[in-house]
């Protein structure tokens, strides 16, 4: 049996766009903890019955309405970050990102995210931390990584 190599989710990496000219993207520091990307599908269902056996139980028919997808990082606060995130946060302005998954044949997924939610926590002891969850405002794209 064949297995395949997995990857170490170290290497799920989330850049982020400057949005100048010309255009850098840059890790945030803060990532370092957890991150993701997830992938939704909005849907309908509608019943299908039997024309020539009304009385027989129907089958649910799926049809997908939308595609979205998220993304979002956590981990300790880096001090660095936290002018960027706010900056981002108050604009309101959708930024260009990729999320690369990097491993033998990895790919790239790119689009534009919002950020909708930041939220640092912190207690007596121990590093503050953070978390972001960002969306993309539409299509997203998927190529193998350069």
Do not use: K, R
């Given at each position: 049996m064949a297995t395949e190599p997995n990857f170490s989710g170290r290497r799920l990496l989330i850049r982020v766009?400057?949005?100048?000219?010309?255009?850098?993207?840059?890790?945030?520091?803060?990532?370092?903890?957890d991150r993701a990307i997830q992938f939704d599908a909005a849907s309908t269902d509608e019943i299908?019955?039997?024309?020539?056996?009304?009385?027989?139980?129907?089958?649910?028919v799926t049809e997908v309405d939308s595609l979205s997808a998220t993304v979002s990082g956590a981990g300790r606060v880096k001090a660095v970050d936290v002018p960027e995130f706010f900056n981002w946060y108050v604009s309101g302005e959708a930024r260009n990102a990729q999320v690369e998954i990097d491993a033998p044949n990895g790919v790239m997924f790119e689009g534009q995210l919002l950020l909708l939610s930041w939220n640092v926590n912190g207690g007596e002891t121990g590093s503050a931390t953070a978390d972001l969850t960002m969306k993309f405002t539409g299509p997203v794209t998927m190529d193998p990584t350069p």
């Open positions: 766009s400057n949005g100048e000219s010309p255009e850098v993207f840059s890790l945030f520091c803060t990532f370092n903890g299908d019955t039997d024309c020539d056996n009304p009385t027989a139980v129907a089958f649910t």
